[in-house]
């Protein structure tokens, strides 16, 4: 045992190992002891204003970064968080929780203490329903190895994990950490491998109209840039979805757009439902990236990939996995001529944004000068709401460059998880596209942004409410909110001269504002844009159509 190391100093060291230099939270008494460890180590403390916001940051932070962390306190704080966690969870976000606990004498004898909720592992078995792997770290000598074998959980799985830690064992001695060893990769099977990239080359090679349909699980687990390279060595057409959307760069000459079934455009509709050979790569089929469910695919005319299996028509190849597959696939393809390599219609490109003098702010027009001035260094976050269902319009040129939740939508996530984005890429600045409604979740998160000199651009559209739900049902008084002074907001967290708060009724004044944000890079930018007529983007229309009940 060597005296130097305790459980907190070998926890901080191997999230640091992982790539952890910054890590979100909001302290409590049960996991002071390992926040003094955190604090004199080499990851940046970053407190957030309540233990949701810290998760969100977390994630935020783990969906650039290949991880995130939070610390928390028991009870509260463990439980506070918790919908972060299932989000992370259900999008595969590789976010760590760490929860401090009463000492263990306490749990053996069972006391009522503080934040206890009535038994001292319902809290362990709460966070089981909705981890890769949970622990409490009940003995300083096989505490190292539990801590290990949970980051390797989430490293291995994308998927978030938790960790409590007693605070009686937060300062135990234990080993110092050896070389960490990660689990081997899932490998493919050789021989089915390489039978089934056979008929996949021949197949592609022989269709007249081939397409690739490239989904999330290619960003969940970094395959962006080989499947780049299967797209340009192929030179097939690609496509993709709201949740993989920006996997692939979009203006690529060989992206023909977003495919979601009915609410595609019908260029793309037909692109890819048309198509006599469509290569589906790690796709999620999810109501609102599907169009409802509204896609028409002919399964004999798709090869399926996903899951540890390939599916080629009616018939499958076991063992395969994503990563072996699009390399394999990339290094035997043949190349097709440049005309049939092109998507019937292309992405169209970007259309100047010239306001029109002393015109009201409509969504239409707002949604296409967000679109025109962001720019390569920036990375959109887009609530659920109307930010999202205009969102598959935006121009992502460089690939990466966009993260919504589109399968799980809390609202609330995007404002602190730009905090995560702007610390682990500071090379790029957030842009959040928030509803109001989405915005007063977690607004406070701003008071973090400006603490950690984030220079982040925060659009809320004001849209006076929830105006999704008013577009999707008939609407109630359950769907008003209070009206914020949100270009103001600087004035009460205190921002100085870091924020500039700008508001926009007009045209005009939405293009100075955004001109503003361009020009102040080193400041964080409130839009406050004002949509007094309630109108919304035509994604929001064919939504509204499909769910709105038939008369
Ligand atoms: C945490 C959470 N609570 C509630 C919901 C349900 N919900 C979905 S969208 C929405 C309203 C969003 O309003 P706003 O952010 O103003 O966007 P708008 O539709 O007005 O553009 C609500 C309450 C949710 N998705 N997540
Ligand atoms: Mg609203």
């Keep these: 045992m060597n005296s130097e190391y305790n459980v907190s100093r070998y926890?901080?060291?191997?999230?640091?190992?992982?790539?952890?230099?910054?890590?979100?939270?909001?302290?409590?008494?049960?996991?002071?002891?390992?926040?003094?460890?955190?604090?004199?180590?080499?990851?940046?403390?970053?407190?957030?204003?309540?233990?949701?916001?810290?998760?969100?940051?977390?994630?935020?932070?783990?969906?650039?970064?290949?991880?995130?962390?939070?610390?928390?306190?028991?009870?509260?704080?463990?439980?506070?968080?918790?919908?972060?966690?299932?989000?992370?969870?259900?999008?595969?976000?590789?976010?760590?929780?760490?929860?401090?606990?009463?000492a263990s004498h306490r749990r053996e004898s069972g006391v009522m203490v503080h934040h206890l909720i009535s038994?001292?592992?319902?809290?362990l078995d709460i966070y089981k329903k909705i981890t890769i792997d949970a622990a409490i770290l009940t003995d300083p000598n096989t505490a190292p190895d539990e801590i290990d074998r949970v980051l390797r959980n989430c490293i291995a799985r994308k998927l978030p994990v938790y960790l409590e830690l007693p605070a009686d064992i937060a300062l135990s001695s234990c080993r110092k950490p050896g070389e960490l060893f990660y689990?081997?990769?899932?490998?493919?099977?050789?021989?089915?491998?390489?039978?089934?990239?056979?008929?996949?080359?021949?197949?592609?090679?022989?269709?007249s109209n081939p397409v690739i349909l490239a989904g999330v699980e290619l960003l969940r687990f970094g395959l962006g840039r080989e499947t780049l390279k299967l797209v340009e060595t192929?030179?097939?057409?690609?496509?993709?979805?709201?949740?993989s959307k920006s996997i692939l760069p979009e203006l690529h000459p060989q992206f023909a757009g977003i495919y979601r079934g009915a609410w595609s455009h019908e260029s793309v509709r037909r692109q890819v439902e048309d198509s006599d050979c469509l290569l589906s790569l790690g796709v999620w089929i999810t109501d609102l990236d599907t169009g409802m469910f509204s896609t028409n695919l002919d399964n004999r005319r798709m090869i399926t990939v996903g899951g540890g299996k390939v599916s080629i028509g009616s018939h499958y190849y076991q063992q395969i996995q994503l990563d072996d597959f699009i390399r394999e696939l990339t290094s035997i393809i043949q190349p097709r001529n440049y005309l049939a390599s092109h998507p019937s219609v292309s992405f169209q490109s970007k259309k100047p944004f010239v306001p029109e003098q002393s015109c009201i702010l409509s969504a239409p027009r707002l949604y296409e000068c967000v679109?025109?001035?962001?720019?390569?260094?920036?990375?959109?976050?887009?609530?659920?709401?109307?930010?999202?269902?205009?969102?598959p319009e935006f121009h992502i040129e460089e690939a990466d460059n966009f993260i919504v939740q589109s399968y799980y939508c809390s609202i609330g996530l995007c404002t602190p998880a730009a905090l995560g984005?702007?610390?682990?890429?500071?090379?790029?600045?957030?842009?959040?596209?928030?509803?109001?409604?989405?915005?007063?979740?977690?607004?406070?998160?701003?008071?973090t942004l400006i603490r950690e000199r984030c220079p982040a651009i925060i659009l809320v559209i004001n849209n006076d409410g929830y105006l999704i739900e008013r577009v999707l049902?008939?609407?109630?008084?359950?769907?008003?909110i209070q009206m914020w002074n949100y270009s103001r907001l600087s004035d009460l967290f205190d921002g100085g001269d870091f924020v500039i708060g700008i508001k926009a009724n007009t045209e005009e004044e939405l293009e100075h504002a955004m001109?503003?944000?361009?020009?102040?890079?080193?400041?964080?930018?409130?839009?406050?844009?004002?949509?007094?007529?309630?109108?919304?983007?035509?994604?929001?229309?064919?939504?509204?159509?499909?769910?709105?009940?038939?008369?």
């Design 421 to 447: 984005v702007a610390l682990a890429c500071p090379e790029k600045r957030p842009f959040v596209l928030t509803g109001d409604g989405a915005f007063q979740m977690t607004a406070q998160e701003v008071s």
């Design 371 to 391: 679109d025109f001035y962001l720019d390569d260094n920036m990375i959109l976050l887009a609530e659920p709401g109307d930010a999202f269902c205009a969102a």
């Design 234 to 243: 192929s030179e097939v057409p690609f496509v993709t979805m709201l949740n």
């Design 473 to 480: 049902h008939e609407d109630g008084p359950y769907n008003d």
């Design 11 to 102: 926890l901080v060291s191997r999230l640091h190992e992982i790539g952890i230099k910054h890590i979100f939270g909001v302290p409590g008494d049960y996991v002071l002891d390992f926040l003094d460890e955190v604090v004199a180590g080499p990851i940046q403390w970053v407190g957030n204003c309540n233990e949701l916001n810290a998760g969100y940051a977390a994630d935020g932070y783990a969906r650039i970064n290949g991880a995130g962390a939070a610390v928390v306190t028991y009870g509260v704080g463990g439980l506070s968080i918790l919908n972060a966690v299932a989000g992370a969870f259900a999008e595969q976000v590789p976010l760590i929780v760490i929860s401090g606990a009463p």
């Design 119 to 123: 038994n001292y592992y319902m809290q």
């Design 515 to 551: 001109k503003i944000a361009a020009k102040e890079k080193n400041k964080l930018v409130i839009i406050e844009a004002c949509i007094i007529n309630r109108d919304y983007s035509a994604g929001l229309q064919r939504l509204g159509d499909t769910l709105k009940p038939k008369k």
């Design 183 to 207: 689990d081997e990769p899932v490998t493919s099977n050789e021989d089915s491998l390489k039978e089934c990239i056979l008929e996949v080359a021949e197949k592609i090679n022989k269709a």
